[in-house]
């Protein structure tokens, strides 16, 4: 099959979802400047990509069918400029977009106004992809354009401007298997980081140390671009979820919590680790991990089709909730603590979502009558339990306080099941132990 068959079958896809008379506009990102002419490394919008593959600035794609009801897929992009591409890198061009990009037509972006015009004819529904907003001055213009031009006695044609996102994203949910396998790349790209960083980890070592020993390590699968800021915690910082200076030196006796995923092919992946500094758990962080840890497994084993989404956060309260009554940190009886969501005071968050291009990937959790979504083959998604107890619990034990705990896997499901696709990390109390005295 040709290399851009699965943008085929997506663009396919998502006009089959919609009405015959629609009419798509899918606006790509622009580079952005850091600093004079200096720009930032360009990342196209996932959509866009999605459903083109076209991974240049300054692009608009359109889709619509013709009187015969064939797709039609225009794209609007940068002319080829050999001055500009000796100092910037090549561009596809109007050539290329046809060509390499499966174009029935393309254009210069510049003539965009015009390209609209002539092609927003008949159709009466409007659907836009514009995340930034960037068209927004002009889409009433480019709606009306028909009505306010054509002469009086010409059929008018009255619009309805929707955003794509609710029919678009849906669809993006379900992973084809190109996509299974970009993020499985991703995850064995992070697989390889995680055990770096757990052979380089030692107290005195600077977290910033640690987040670009990860890098390093994922540059080698072609990786370079993490899914998000690397969140690198020792001790107290890991208390913080989204913890990013990477600024602290490690000390003897403490957590470190590493949660990381490498970008590759603009699929994510998104693990997290947690382990004693030293490289050997205390009674009391052994405790606490392997609550997390056994929460995660029992969440795990509910994966299969059919399960609802929202069982697997359930079932990662019910072992968390029952486990700190048993510790001691939690007060009453299982009902009642259950009943009062008092355990939320040291499991502060949801524990998953979707994995794809997003790191937090698109796509509804409910279905539409608003019941939680079912599982289905194809889906990809993390599993995060977590407990954090900060040094300013002080009714707290003190053995307990000063570490935040979160193990989180890459869960893709099966026909029959589901594939743990970050298992490969060390996860186990004996497993780490045992790594890290290797290293």
């Given amino acids: 099959m040709p290399a851009n068959s699965q943008y085929v079958i997506r663009r396919q896809r998502l006009m089959d979802s919609l009405p015959e008379d629609s009419f798509v506009i899918l606006v790509g990102y622009q580079q952005k400047v850091r600093s004079k002419n200096i720009k930032y490394h360009f990342r196209q919008d996932n959509d866009f990509l999605y459903l083109t593959g076209f991974n240049e600035p300054d692009a608009v794609a359109l889709l619509y069918r013709s009187p015969q009801g064939e797709i039609n897929y225009t794209l609007l992009c940068r002319p080829k400029d050999p001055q500009q591409e000796v100092s910037f ?40 992809s514009d995340e930034l907003g960037r068209f927004n001055y002009k889409l009433l213009a480019w709606c009306n354009a028909q009505r306010h031009g054509s002469a009086f006695d010409t059929p008018k044609c009255f619009r309805s401007i929707t955003p794509l996102a609710k029919h678009l ?3 993006r949910v379900i992973k084809d298997e190109s996509e299974q396998a970009a993020i499985r790349a991703a995850v064995n790209a992070s697989i390889d980081g995680h ?31 993490v899914a998000y800021p690397n969140i690198v915690a020792a001790g107290d910082n890991a208390c913080c979820l989204h913890y990013e200076e990477n600024c602290c030196q490690t000390q003897s006796g403490q957590m470190l919590l590493i949660d990381a995923g490498a970008e590759l ?40 089709p059919g399960t609802p989404w929202n069982h697997l956060y359930e079932t990662c309260m019910q072992v968390m909730a029952r486990g700190l009554i048993e510790l001691g940190l939690l007060q009453g009886s299982y009902e009642e603590v259950m009943a009062s969501e008092s355990y939320k005071r040291f499991t502060v968050h949801k524990t998953g979502h979707w994995l794809g291009m997003d790191v937090h990937d698109v796509g509804p959790y409910h279905d539409e009558d608003g019941q939680w979504r079912r599982l289905k083959p194809g889906m ?33 499901v099966t026909a029959d099941g589901h594939e743990n696709l970050s298992e490969k990390v060390p996860r186990s109390i004996a497993e780490i132990e045992a790594f890290m005295a290797r290293g």
């Fill in 265 to 304: 092919n603009h699929y994510a992946a998104d693990i997290t680790r947690s382990y004693p500094v030293d490289g050997r758990f205390t009674q009391a962080q052994k405790a606490i991990y392997q609550l997390v840890l056994d929460a995660l497994d029992a969440a795990i084993a509910k994966v299969k």
């Fill in 380 to 412: 990809i998604f993390t599993i995060e339990p977590g407990i954090y107890i900060p040094s300013s619990a002080t009714d707290v034990p003190e053995a307990y306080r000063g570490m935040g705990i979160r193990i989180e896997d890459d869960i893709l």
């Fill in 89 to 128: 890198g090549a561009r596809a061009g109007v050539t290329g977009a046809i060509e390499d990009f499966g174009a029935n037509q393309a254009f210069d972006i510049a003539e965009l106004d015009s390209v609209i015009a002539s092609s927003l004819t008949h159709q009466t529904q409007v659907f836009i």
């Fill in 195 to 225: 055990k770096a960083v757990m052979t380089a980890c030692r107290a005195g070592i600077n977290e910033a140390q640690l987040a670009a020993t990860f890098n390093y390590a994922i540059a080698a699968h072609g990786a370079n671009e």
């Fill in 169 to 171: 994203h849906p669809l």
